[in-house]
């Protein structure tokens, strides 16, 4: 189970729309916003738009300054099923996921962000089936969105309708596989994984919160799924989202990756997974380090610091045959960077 995240949350009022404590909710919709007030009318729009009598939505604003939190409070009023939870201090989006996910009373759960939207039913489809499958999650395709183009992304396996083994989905390490597609909005999920504490997030986390999350769901899930439902609409290359900025705040992906190669060095088949850890983990230094221009020279200069401690932390003999299954170019940026002088434990706090 979760521990407090530390942050206070008043408590939330509203107008009597969410359903009474004795009323069956069957899915609660965790929608934390943060400083998007240009896009959140299309988020509630769309939820509105997904409104059943026994949906809740969750919506937790994470302490937001740009008149957010007044679209919000409107929602509560006039949104089916809306409850409004509030920080008293900005804690990041895992924080605001766990959250919401504390208040959550439904028998499925599902995430939105509050710059993103949902076609009309989306939610309702997502229930029947992974009512008729009876399996712990559904993972499902989305449609990127970047200014006016729309991409559609799969989920990377190839199965679909069919309940499988998670933990079946993580290999092989060369490819991309249902891990690497860190989505927490891309899928439904039954509740006995929030029992089981596997639906928590790292509190605090900045960026890479989904890679933690998506590791520990498919190493101790019992059963998921893939379906092919084009329902959720996921926005990009917007000014203020932290993939775009290029502070502090990005080099949480040490903090997140760290966690995935410690936990998995610590699971049954550690030997099988981790080669597959190691490789993504590179993969993500090195696409960091090839962008290093954006961030600020302090932040860079941090990021070469933190990257070669991580590599250093690494298990050898998986970063050497992770090395020797990349592209030249990759491999080599990594061989440098591996040697140059590591970060402080103090400095490794980010």
Not at 178 to 203: E, N, Q
Not at 207 to 219: F, G, N, S, Y
Request: net charge positive; proline share 4%.
């Amino acid at each position: 189970m979760r521990r407090s995240s530390g942050i206070c949350l008043p408590d939330s009022t509203h107008d009597g729309r969410r359903p009474s404590v004795t009323a069956v909710v069957k899915l609660s919709v965790i929608v934390p916003f943060y400083n998007v007030r240009a896009y959140a009318p299309d988020t509630l729009r769309s939820l509105r738009a997904n409104a059943r009598d026994d949906f809740e939505f969750l919506l937790v604003d994470d302490c937001s300054s740009d008149g957010t939190i007044e679209l919000l409070e409107r929602a509560e009023r006039e949104l089916p099923g809306a409850v409004l939870l509030r920080h008293a201090r900005n804690g990041g989006l895992a924080t605001a996921r766990n959250t919401g996910l504390d208040a959550a009373r439904g028998e499925y759960l599902a995430y939105l962000d509050g710059d993103d939207w949902l076609a009309p039913g989306h939610f309702s489809q997502l229930l029947s089936s992974i009512e008729e499958l009876g399996c712990d999650f559904i993972r499902t395709d989305h449609v990127q969105v970047t200014g006016q183009e729309r991409t559609v992304h799969r989920v990377p396996h190839g199965r679909r309708g069919e309940v499988l083994s998670p933990r079946d989905a993580i290999l092989p390490a060369t490819r991309s596989t249902s891990v690497d597609y860190a989505f927490a909005w891309a899928g439904i999920y039954h509740r006995r994984l929030a029992d089981r504490g596997l639906l928590y997030f790292t509190d605090g986390l900045r960026t890479a919160e989904d890679r933690p999350w998506i590791w520990r769901l498919h190493r101790e899930a019992e059963s998921f799924a893939v379906t092919g439902h084009l329902g959720v609409f996921y926005r990009r290359g917007i000014a203020s989202s932290l993939t775009q900025i290029g502070d502090a705040r990005q080099l949480d992906f040490i903090r997140a990756f760290d966690q995935v190669i410690e936990e998995t060095a610590k699971d049954r088949d550690a030997a099988e997974l981790l080669p597959k850890a190691v490789r993504t983990y590179c993969a993500i230094i090195s696409h960091h380090m090839s962008g290093i221009e954006r961030f600020e020279p302090a932040v860079a200069r941090k990021l070469r610091a933190l990257s070669a401690g991580a590599l250093r932390r690494m298990p050898q003999d998986h970063l050497k045959d992770a090395l020797n299954s990349m592209d030249s170019r990759r491999a080599a940026r990594l061989r440098r960077l591996r040697h140059r002088p590591a970060a402080s434990p103090a400095g490794a706090a980010v």
